[in-house]
């Protein structure tokens, strides 16, 4: 057995052994987790320092999971998006293909609660590797699930091969969390592997600084260093991430281990997350203490991804106004400055 498959195989999903560690009553968890499956890894578990911390929330059941019945288990429809199963066509030239229902963890606020963890862990993709065959619009592909990282080396080697003989197919894309929650299992092996199957895109799931170990930092490395562009998508969480000092230091931190960040998501109103939730009002606060106070490239999309699966749409904090011909703009400082808007006329 490789590290990262001991690490799999130590991971816990039994309350007891959070009773164990942290001396809490982790009775009211039995339920949760008869329905919404527990696994965290011990790397991850490592690193919760106190109850409620926000390690601690991202992957710890909480009974309000079981009360949340005001939201949808599947708000972005991505069921009646599903051409085929596994497959999830939203956009007309890009693809989400859902690989494993596994992931080194379940996070608590998953957007794929619903399935993620649940059933069956095998998807059988022949249909949708079909439909992308057959669908020539398609030319980005993003694998997703469930984690792809969970597969072994070789059915991952399989279904890269066979999506890059599809010559529709211009990019592959992966998301994955294994960088911050199993970071051993980014091995060479994996990286020698993953770069034969060029242009590849890594988004991974960075939620809190604390996530940004050594560890983390030499899987980032690796894979950087494969020639793989990383970017980052952080899920806005209460009591995890909406602070804007957190944030900051989160997206700086990634910089500096070479992920860009790429979008912040508002949480989808997914069934069993609720307590998680912000409001955006909050969200563009968090996005005011980013834009103009560090580097641009720390500034990511903050983005809500519409109910009913209509799209992503992009949200910045309320900074301009147009009088008549000439646009009132309030820097990062929280100067007005007039700009006048002309064109030569064409
Ligand atoms: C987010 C998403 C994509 C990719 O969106 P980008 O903005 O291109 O990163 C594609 N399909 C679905 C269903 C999505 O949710
Ligand atoms: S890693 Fe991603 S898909 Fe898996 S449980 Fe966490 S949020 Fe959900």
Redesign the pocket.
């Known amino acids: 057995m490789e590290a990262w498959q001991k690490q799999l195989a130590a991971a816990i999903t039994e309350p007891g052994e959070i009773a164990e560690r942290f001396g809490v009553d982790v009775e009211p968890l039995r339920g949760v987790v008869a329905r919404y499956p527990l696994r965290i890894t011990p790397h991850y578990f490592s690193l919760i320092e106190a109850p409620g911390d926000p390690i601690w929330r991202q992957c710890i059941p909480d009974p309000r999971e079981l009360h949340d019945d005001l939201q949808d288990p599947d708000p972005l429809n991505e069921e009646s998006l599903s051409p085929v199963p596994g497959l999830i066509h939203r956009y007309p030239d890009r693809v989400v293909l859902l690989v494993s229902n596994a992931?080194a963890?379940?996070?608590r606020?998953?957007?794929?609660k619903r399935q993620?963890?649940c059933g069956s862990q095998k998807i059988d993709l022949s249909a949708a590797l079909d439909y992308i065959a057959e669908t020539p619009a398609i030319r980005d592909v993003i694998l997703s699930?469930?984690?792809p990282f969970l597969l072994p080396d070789d059915e991952l080697a399989d279904l890269l091969a066979r999506l890059r003989s599809l010559s529709n197919v211009e990019m592959i894309r992966i998301g994955s969390?294994v960088p911050v929650?199993l970071p051993s299992r980014i091995t060479p092996r994996l990286c020698r592997l993953l770069k034969r199957f060029h242009p590849l895109y890594l988004n991974t799931?960075f939620n809190h600084p604390r996530e940004l170990t050594p560890q983390s930092t030499i899987a980032c490395r690796r894979l950087a260093d494969a020639g793989i562009p990383l970017g980052n998508q952080t899920v806005l969480l209460q009591g995890v991430n909406d602070e804007p000092g957190v944030m900051k230091k989160l997206m700086q931190g990634l910089l500096a281990m070479r992920v860009r960040p790429y979008y912040i998501h508002q949480l989808d109103l997914v069934r069993g997350t609720g307590h998680f939730r912000t409001s955006v009002r909050r969200g563009l606060e968090v996005m005011e203490g980013l834009r103009g106070h560090t580097s641009g490239l720390a500034t990511p999309y903050y983005v809500i991804d519409l109910p009913g699966g209509k799209g992503k749409v992009p949200l910045v904090p309320d900074n301009g106004e147009w009088r008549g011909n000439r646009l009132l703009l309030r820097n990062y400082q929280g100067e007005i400055i007039e700009y006048e808007d002309t064109d030569s006329g064409r």
């Open positions: 992931c963890m379940y996070c606020f998953c957007m794929r993620v963890g699930g469930g984690d969390r929650t799931h």
